[in-house]
């Protein structure tokens, strides 16, 4: 991203014409033309006050609620913006640094091995600056692949601040990314330790943009990274009291040590995420602290492996194996709907060539008949979109199984309890469906077509 490109996209957002902004600014179009094609650059003392002027004039020119919608092919990582302010120092944040990234390309005296790192400090400069970087290189030349890996605790802790309110909005299928995200669950808590508000559902939003895995690795550090391979690295930490800073790294000799730093720890860390491809020796494996969860995980993965309406588990069965234990059941409200109405989920993940929908109405009634005859309050319906199901255990361990049709994956994602169980729960309090009724007006609906 140059300055140019920013402006210009800005402009075009905003509707604006180079002249009208020319005009506001105190310059001529033809240089204001020159700076948008990357013909001049700008001074230092040029560059801060363009920065300022145009980030002002742009913010208000774009600023409404939900404004971030209109910027989202710019910026696909992005704020939900509370103010015009917000907006403004958003804006001069990005000119600042697409300016930097202009004067770098001037400089026939830099390379890849010794580009300089630039530092932020302070939260909203960091939240900022994740956005920005982010942005900037997945709107670069499109990569075959995006391959992120990261420390950082953006779901939990510290960092929860610098991730509040960033909107990921980016559509499903435009780009190719994996997300590994390291945790370490052998660590103490510290003292007001908390999770992030929603940690479940912004799970679910994570998963219809990237394909995400969980990996446990026990180390202790102060610092923690975000890197995209090859690509960069944010490395992130804290001044004394509690500031955070975060510092930009593209140093080819840098990248190159923390992608062998990764690749070893990928070695020595405890896959927590799986799909169904690779979830066979995790299954397999003899009782350990994870049997709690690993035998719901059986019970759900021996459903991708129905070829035929036959094979279908017995209700009283599946449940009774799912529930063992003081289990609780959540399933997506349209999880249930496109089974009844489509053949997303039993032809493409359970493979089960022309169901018929009488066939999709009998199988979804024994679910009915079995909530009527058992009034079971452990099995409840949730309010999304994503096709999921999640089993909240009374062990440290718990479940998240998401149905992804567009990569026809069945993905488990290992959670701490404590981490997901009360949100679930209110989850459902608030979707306020009674699964009974819910079920039964499916069917009707079904039939009635």
């Known amino acids: 991203m140059t300055s140019g490109t920013l402006l210009k996209?800005?402009?075009?957002?905003?509707?604006?014409?180079?002249?009208?902004?020319?005009?506001?600014?105190?310059?001529?179009?033809?240089?204001?033309?020159?700076?948008?094609?990357?013909?001049?650059?700008?001074?230092?003392?040029e560059a801060s006050n363009f920065s300022e002027q145009a980030a002002r004039i742009l913010a208000n020119k774009i600023y409404e609620p939900n404004c971030c919608f209109k910027l989202k092919d710019l910026f696909p990582f992005i704020i939900d913006f509370s103010s015009r302010n917000e907006l403004y120092e958003f804006l001069l944040t990005a000119f600042s640094y697409t300016i930097i990234l202009d004067l770098e390309t001037a400089d026939e005296s830099l390379s890849d091995r010794t580009i300089r790192n630039l530092h932020y400090s302070g939260t909203k400069p960091c939240k900022y600056m994740f956005c920005i970087i982010c942005s900037d290189y997945l709107t670069r030349e499109r990569l075959s692949e995006y391959e992120f890996f990261t420390s950082l605790p953006r779901y939990s802790d510290k960092y929860i601040e610098c991730f509040d309110h960033i909107m990921p909005l980016i559509p499903t299928g435009k780009f190719k990314i994996s997300m590994q995200q390291f945790f370490n669950l052998q660590r103490k808590p510290a003292a007001g330790f908390r999770y992030r508000d929603g940690f479940a559902q912004r799970i679910f939003k994570e998963e219809e943009y990237s394909d995400l895995y969980f990996w446990q690795l026990d180390f202790e550090s102060s610092n923690h990274f975000f890197m995209l391979k090859n690509q960069f690295i944010l490395l992130f930490n804290e001044y004394v009291g509690g500031t955070p800073q975060v510092t930009l790294i593209r140093n080819r000799a840098q990248l190159n040590h923390y992608?062998?730093?990764?690749?070893?720890?990928?070695?020595?860390?405890?896959?927590?995420?799986?799909?169904?491809?690779?979830?066979?020796?995790?299954?397999?494996?003899?009782?350990?602290?994870?049997?709690?969860?690993?035998?719901?995980?059986?019970?759900?993965?021996?459903?991708?492996?129905?070829?035929?309406?036959?094979?279908?588990?017995?209700?009283?069965?599946?449940?009774?194996?799912?529930?063992?234990?003081?289990?609780?059941?959540?399933?997506?409200?349209?999880?249930?709907?496109?089974?009844?109405?489509?053949?997303?989920?039993?032809?493409?993940?359970?493979?089960?060539?022309?169901?018929?929908?009488?066939n999709r109405i009998k199988h979804v009634r024994n679910f009915y008949k079995y909530l009527d005859q058992h009034k079971n309050k452990q099995i409840n319906i949730i309010d999304s979109h994503i096709f999921s199901v999640v089993i909240i255990c009374q062990g440290s361990n718990s479940l998240i199984c998401l149905i992804n049709i567009p990569r026809n994956n069945l993905k488990y994602h290992i959670l701490q309890t404590q981490s997901i169980a009360d949100e679930v729960k209110n989850w459902a309090a608030l979707s306020a469906v009674d699964s009974f009724h819910f079920i039964k007006t499916l069917m009707r609906q079904v039939r009635d077509q």
């Open 9 to 45: 996209s800005l402009l075009d957002i905003a509707g604006l014409s180079q002249k009208s902004f020319a005009d506001s600014i105190f310059t001529s179009p033809s240089k204001l033309s020159k700076l948008i094609n990357g013909n001049i650059l700008l001074s230092q003392k």
């Open 259 to 358: 992608t062998a730093f990764v690749e070893s720890a990928m070695q020595k860390a405890s896959r927590r995420s799986f799909c169904q491809e690779n979830v066979a020796d995790f299954l397999n494996q003899k009782a350990d602290r994870d049997e709690e969860v690993r035998s719901k995980m059986r019970v759900i993965s021996q459903l991708a492996h129905v070829r035929d309406s036959t094979e279908f588990p017995d209700p009283l069965q599946f449940f009774n194996s799912i529930l063992k234990d003081g289990a609780a059941f959540y399933i997506t409200s349209d999880a249930l709907a496109d089974f009844l109405f489509s053949r997303s989920i039993s032809g493409q993940l359970l493979k089960i060539e022309d169901l018929s929908p009488v």
